[in-house]
């Protein structure tokens, strides 16, 4: 392909790689752009010498694709199967239980006992009844069959009760995606949900940002430059191809895929502006590294908000008890999606200081032991997956886009890396196949 010019690939999350990664495989030149460093929510951060991953915890055995590309960038040996060991806080302790195994949901105090038998005798039917157009990596069908109308509060109010809202989908929803039950599609939650009935859990060794280094190291195999510290801030037509502008200066490029959050994308695109009616929100995760373990035997931490401890924390992650080399001891905060914007935009002492009376009764060892706290922000990437989302983005990401350009990202295919790693490669396939 010798005489082409490059394909421009803005932002280097799980997207961005993807799309860069299935773009050199099939040998084309390509210069990918990052306002940081590589890895986007692919985030480990060291702090007083201790790993943590700051956002993005776990990957599965649903991320499929994930799992293809690691392989084929020959990092499969970074991937530890993990116990799964969680925890919800319910009438005062940590009541543990394994995502995946219906008996150890059964038996653990987690859920209430009513919820307990109305999951099993109504919703498990109901999701292996709807088992086809349930797939997590494709969101969309659930919207096609007519179960993606309502939020998971109107769905589970009126079908499980109340109960199934507070003790399932909000500590769900809340811990792993910062969003709530009344703004999220039952479709979306459902996926979720079957998907969690047969789980099993994967972790990163050093953390998750080793596998965007492993994909990094193949690229620059392949003679991709990936430019760090490189906000682009315009696109425009530039004869055949776009033209980016980026730090000052400018490249033109033959196309590009834009792999940024939705509110990125939307000052970025011209001739897209439904982009911008996609709800995003900021929010941040506050990771403290600590003088020693101060686990309890489970990984993650899920507070009802009703709890009095719920109002400013969704969930806490015990580093070390992933149990994977080079990760820890460290805790990781998330704040309740009420509390998420506030964090966001104070300080990492205003986020301390609504912490640690938390971790006083969840993991009381922790605040003798706080060596360092780092905040870590997350300004308007958490896209909201409200009800029709993803049939919406499933008509639109191919059609309403300006010649040159591909949009990846997680908000277009699902909630997820793996979400986000598909897209990437579907924008690639799109620039690839040329104009429709
Ligand atoms: C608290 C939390 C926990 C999560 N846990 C999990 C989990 O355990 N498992 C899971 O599968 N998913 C999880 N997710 C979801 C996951 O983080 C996302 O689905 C995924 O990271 C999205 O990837 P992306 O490439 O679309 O976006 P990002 O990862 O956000 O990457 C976008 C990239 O674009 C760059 N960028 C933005 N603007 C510009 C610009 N103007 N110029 C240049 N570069 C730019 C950014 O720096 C970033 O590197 C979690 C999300 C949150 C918020």
């Not at 490059?6 to 860069?20: C, K, N």
């Not at 080793?210 to 620059?220: F, H, R, T």
Request: hydrophobic share 45%; net charge neutral; glycine share 12%.
């Amino acid at each position: 392909m010798s005489g082409e010019r490059s394909i421009g690939v803005i932002g280097a999350g799980p997207a961005g790689l993807a799309a860069a990664w299935r773009l050199a495989g099939r040998g084309r030149g390509v210069r990918v752009y990052d306002v940081r460093e590589p890895g986007g929510r692919l985030r480990t951060e060291r702090v007083a010498g201790r790993a943590a991953d700051a956002v993005v915890q776990l990957l599965s055995n649903h991320h499929t694709q994930v799992l293809d590309l690691v392989e084929s960038v020959g990092a499969t040996d970074l991937l530890v199967r993990l116990p799964g060991q969680d925890a919800v806080w319910r009438k005062g302790r940590a009541n543990t239980l394994r995502y995946g195994s219906m008996r150890s949901m059964a038996t653990s105090g987690a859920l209430p006992r009513g919820l307990k038998l109305r999951l099993a005798l109504k919703y498990v039917p109901f999701l292996e009844r709807h088992a086809s157009a349930l797939d997590l990596n494709a969101p969309w069908l659930a919207g096609q069959a007519g179960l993606d109308d309502e939020t998971i509060a109107q769905w589970g109010r009126r079908e499980l009760g109340d109960d199934f809202v507070e003790y399932m989908a909000y500590p769900l929803l809340a811990a792993y995606y910062g969003v709530t039950p009344e703004e999220v599609g039952a479709g979306v939650f459902h996926c979720l949900a079957r998907a969690g009935l047969r789980v099993q859990l994967l972790g990163v060794r050093g953390g998750l940002a080793a596998l965007a280094g492993a994909v990094g190291e193949w690229l620059d195999s392949r003679g991709v430059v990936v430019v760090s510290g490189a906000p682009v801030d315009g696109l425009e037509p530039s004869g055949t191809g776009v033209r980016v502008r980026v730090a000052g200066g400018y490249a033109d490029h033959e196309a590009v895929v834009v792999a940024v959050p939705a509110a990125d994308a939307a000052r970025l695109v011209p001739g897209a502006p439904w982009l911008s009616r996609v709800p995003c929100r900021s929010t941040a995760t506050l990771v403290l590294a600590t003088e020693g373990p101060v686990g309890k035997g489970w990984f993650g931490l899920s507070i009802p908000r009703r709890d009095p401890l719920g109002g400013q924390v969704a969930s806490v992650y015990v580093q070390e008890e992933k149990r994977v080399d080079g990760v820890g001891p460290a805790v990781v905060v998330v704040p309740s999606p009420a509390a998420a914007e506030r964090w966001s935009e104070g300080d990492p002492g205003a986020a301390l200081e609504a912490a640690l009376p938390v971790l006083d009764v969840v993991l009381p060892e922790t605040r003798g032991r706080v060596v360092e706290a780092r905040l870590v922000r997350l300004r308007q990437s958490l896209f909201v997956p409200g009800p029709g989302h993803f049939e919406r983005m499933e008509r639109a990401r191919a059609a309403e886009v300006p010649p040159g350009v591909a949009l990846a990202g997680d908000y277009l295919v699902a909630p997820t890396v793996e979400g986000a790693v598909r897209s990437g490669i579907q924008a690639a396939d799109r620039l690839m196949a040329g104009p429709a």
